[in-house]
């Protein structure tokens, strides 16, 4: 999967978006889970803040 985000962000435009990795902790079992995200980086603080699942 890296080969393909660095490959994506080698295009004209690919500087525009930023690999956001946000931990998610399940209701059922309480463990933590990894969710990654491409978003412009002009949204991640906007992304972040409304806390998306």
Do not use: C, H
């Amino acid at each position: 999967m890296a080969k393909k985000v660095v490959a994506t962000l080698k295009t004209p435009g690919g500087k525009d978006w930023a690999k956001v990795i946000r931990a998610v902790k399940s209701e059922k079992t309480g463990a933590y889970t990894f969710k990654e995200e491409m978003v412009l980086v002009d949204k991640v603080q906007e992304y972040l803040a409304t806390g998306n699942k």
